[in-house]
């Protein structure tokens, strides 16, 4: 078998161009563009290039982009009382504070100070209380891109058997949430797991998201199943002084197995930003009072 590409970067051009045509949409009803408050802390230079991807495609689909850029030696009262302006903006409807923080700052600490209604990352508790009961609130948005690109290509997921490697707050837990709420039988593996290969072989869903170059297996995968490698790992490459970007999946040793599987880079990685502008737009309609029908975005 050779499984079917899934093409993440394609999904998630797609369903940017909805949220631009429902952002202009939101704008001419609520006179005002939905804006993305945007907080850098330090000069990492991955989280650089997200910060500025994040920012064209939030301009691109029609929304305001508030970009604000900290030194890295940013103490904790500077950056909570930043977060506070921004919770009282009317201008802004979602926050986003880049992860990971500089070390001296406390990630959850920063976190909570999030207005839950502004938090289109989905990572305070209240969010994350929220989806484990099944309430609205915001979704992360790597695990909602992975469970779009799933119930694109396999519609209902009920009853299937998935396995989750991997269980941060970020992608892992969420994750396993998000599938439960789909009637799967989760699993969720991780470092202590025994004997993982078997764990995995029973899968008809794969989320593999424990940044570990290439540490999944062909012969872990199950003939025919879906596969999500969340991994983004950048290894040494073949040719001197080069490197390049691995997933948590051994792609070709798993793509002879599977029903379907993302590559990495183009899989799930350009569903994260489409669906923080889809947050982001959800969340300029809530503080609008403006209804939107919950299918569509
Ligand atoms: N506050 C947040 N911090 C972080 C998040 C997040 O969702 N919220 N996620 C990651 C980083 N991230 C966005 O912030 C992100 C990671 C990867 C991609 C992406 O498109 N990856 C490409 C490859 C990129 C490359 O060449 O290096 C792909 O997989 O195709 C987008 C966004 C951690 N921090
Ligand atoms: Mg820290």
């Not at 989905?122 to 209380?129: D, Q, S």
């Amino acid at each position: 078998m050779t499984a079917t590409v899934i093409d993440g970067k394609a999904f998630a051009a797609d369903l940017r161009a909805r949220i631009a045509t429902l952002a202009a949409a939101f704008s001419a009803q609520a006179g005002r563009q939905a804006g993305l408050a945007v907080v850098l802390v330090g000069e990492d230079p991955a989280s650089q290039v997200y910060v500025r991807s994040k920012g064209r495609s939030t301009v691109e689909a029609g929304m305001a982009s508030f970009e604000h850029k900290l030194p890295a030696d940013t103490d904790e009262a500077t950056l909570l009382a930043l977060v506070e302006r921004l919770n009282a903006d009317p201008a802004v409807d979602g926050i986003l504070v880049q992860l990971p923080l500089p070390r001296h700052l406390d990630e959850q600490k920063v976190i909570a100070t999030i207005n839950p209604d502004k938090d289109v990352d989905g990572f305070h508790v209240t969010n994350a209380g929220r989806l484990a009961v099944g309430q609205a609130g915001f979704v992360p948005c790597t695990p909602l891109g992975c469970l779009m690109l799933l119930k694109d290509r396999l519609g209902d997921l009920a009853g299937l058997d998935a396995v989750v490697i991997g269980r941060s707050n970020i992608v892992g837990k969420p994750m396993a949430q998000l599938l439960l709420a789909e009637s799967c039988t989760v699993t969720v593996a991780h470092s202590k797991t025994q004997n993982l290969p078997e764990v995995v072989r029973r899968a008809d869903i794969v989320v593999a998201a424990v940044g570990r170059p290439e540490m999944v297996k062909g012969d872990w995968i199950k003939p025919g199943a879906t596969v999500i490698d969340v991994g983004i790992n950048r290894v040494p490459g073949a040719q001197d002084g080069k490197t390049r970007l691995v997933g948590d999946v051994a792609y070709d040793e798993a793509a002879a197995v599977a029903g379907a599987i993302t590559p990495v880079p183009g899989g799930v990685g350009p569903m994260t930003i489409a669906v923080l502008l889809r947050n982001t737009l959800v969340a300029a309609y809530r503080n609008a009072g403006i209804a939107l029908a919950p299918d569509a975005i």
